[in-house]
């Protein structure tokens, strides 16, 4: 039995003041693996006080200090790297590739933002003005379970880039990715009070820092009921927030995509962290006269698709994280069949032989149409649903008739036509041909998938507020 019962404070690993124990669940296994002792409301007002006290000094250290602030935190981070994965394969099931990779780019993300920021203007001239770029002060950062580290290193690594001090309350379910982080952050030697982690329950650890004075901006990342109700309680002080939320992204394949590369593509891009990702393709939308190609080849596909304990390297698709994510599938899965949609491989149950662990079978739906709930909501879930149409304008208005706007993906063997249809789709991010990566480019959500932008010069102004000095300043710049 793993206990953890450590929250991290002013430079230092404390036991919390609250005594509320959680259970931590292997979703391979379903059996207890351990306890986490939760925070409480008077842990997170000592964590912001700390905070609060580091902000002034720490906002006026130079950009040579923080780079070497980054540096160290990516050596220390890199260093346990393959305890990291461990974690995420125990903890949430990640699969093995995803959570090996992930880890080693939880390292990289500080690297990466402190190239950003030694290249980022902090001050220009607007105008007649000199403009300054200051750190917004202390912020909350909130996160979810599906790649808890990861979430918490990009915000915190920006957070420092612009001079902020900050408080992190991480999911209750990842505390043991939580603990090799802290322990990996402890170690680089940061002054006391820059960062701070309270794990804690959301109604409370969380709602503390949606409402507290001193808590200058949220960023969270979450379902966008969540991240609405943050939202509501901060606008109080007028934080700021950035809120990276759901989604229920359109796979677009044009009538002359590559289907043979373009269906399995569709598949991995559903079911990528068991179908746990806010930016899964979980809506196919594909030519009308093409419909019986797909189905035989996402049926094939699906069908390939290794199901089982995420720390076999042979295996892609993992369990859901908790009972109640399995359930949620579940019922989405019977929604599906109820409200007329065709199952095509997979459907409701544990697959053959993994009635241990929460467990769900990769599931395709055809014959969905845009109004049922699985092409509304998000399911959170290995579970595709195929959606026709006639042309191209309609194919757009479908992948757009969403009220998320997170991910797109279009696949076409004309470029210029691929890109064309990006144009006219309302999502932050569009992938053309594949699955891309970039940790620079802005990540966000139009609609409600969120508000603001994540990564790259977008991710950290949005740490930053211009302030404009007017007269004799700019001499002086
Ligand atoms: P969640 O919204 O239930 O929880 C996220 C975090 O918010 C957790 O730390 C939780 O404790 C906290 N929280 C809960 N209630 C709170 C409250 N009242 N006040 C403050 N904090 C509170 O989400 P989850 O189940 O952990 O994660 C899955 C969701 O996250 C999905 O909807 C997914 O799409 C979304 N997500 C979005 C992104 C993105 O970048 N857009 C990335 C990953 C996950």
Not at 16 to 42: C, I, S, Y
Not at 257 to 280: L, S, T, W
């Amino acid at each position: 039995m793993r206990i953890i019962d450590q929250i991290y404070i002013n430079g230092e690993f404390t036991t919390p003041h609250g005594t509320e124990l959680a259970d931590l669940v292997n979703p391979t296994t379903g059996q207890l693996a351990g306890q986490v002792r939760l925070g409480d409301v008077e842990d997170a007002r000592r964590a912001i006080a700390a905070a609060k006290a580091a902000f002034p000094s720490f906002s006026r250290s130079s950009i040579a200090q923080r780079g070497m602030y980054l540096q160290r935190l990516h050596d220390a981070v890199l260093a346990r790297a393959g305890e990291a994965a461990a974690a995420l394969m125990e903890e949430y099931g990640g699969p093995y590739a995803g959570s090996i990779g992930r880890s080693q780019y939880t390292a990289k993300m500080f690297l990466d933002v402190k190239q950003v920021m030694e290249a980022h203007a902090f001050s220009k001239t607007v105008g007649k003005s000199k403009v300054v770029l200051e750190p917004v002060g202390v912020v909350g950062i909130i996160t979810p379970w599906n790649s808890s580290a990861w979430f918490v290193a990009n915000k915190l690594a920006t957070a420092i880039a612009a001079g902020c001090t900050l408080v992190v309350k991480p999911s209750e379910l990842s505390a043991w990715q939580t603990q090799i982080l802290a322990e990996c952050l402890h170690q680089a030697g940061l002054p006391a009070g820059v960062f701070n982690i309270v794990n804690g329950r959301g109604d409370v650890v969380g709602a503390e820092l949606s409402a507290h004075p001193d808590i200058n901006k949220i960023s969270f990342t979450g379902s966008t009921l969540v991240g609405k109700t943050i939202a509501r309680t901060a606008v109080d002080t007028m934080k700021r927030v950035t809120l990276e939320l759901g989604g229920k992204s359109a796979n677009l394949l044009l009538d002359d995509a590559d289907f043979e590369k373009a269906v399995p593509m569709a598949i991995q891009a559903c079911y990528m962290n068991n179908g746990q990702a806010c930016i899964a393709g979980s809506r196919l939308l594909v030519p009308a006269s093409r419909l019986e190609q797909v189905r035989q080849l996402a049926i094939a596909a699906a069908e390939a698709v290794v199901v089982g304990d995420p720390r076999d390297p042979g295996v892609s698709l993992g369990p859901m994280v908790t009972r109640k994510q399995w359930e949620r599938v579940q019922h989405y899965i019977r929604t599906g069949i109820e409200e007329g949609a065709e199952l095509l491989t997979g459907g409701s149950g544990r697959p053959a032989g993994l009635e241990q662990g929460w467990f769900v079978k990769p599931t395709v739906f055809a014959g969905v149409t845009p109004e049922m709930t699985i092409a509304r909501e998000e399911i959170f879930g290995p579970v595709l649903s195929i959606l026709a149409y006639d042309t191209e304008e309609q194919a757009i208005a479908m992948a757009n008739d969403t009220p998320y706007g997170l991910q797109a993906y279009v696949s076409s063997t004309d470029l210029a036509r691929a890109n064309r249809v990006a144009a006219q789709l309302v999502a932050g991010r569009v992938h053309i041909n594949g699955v891309h990566d970039d940790l620079i480019a802005p990540f966000g959500g139009f609609k409600q998938s969120g508000i603001g932008r994540e990564f790259g010069p977008y991710g950290l102004d949005s740490y930053l507020e211009p302030k404009a000095i007017l007269g004799e300043a700019a001499q002086y710049a």
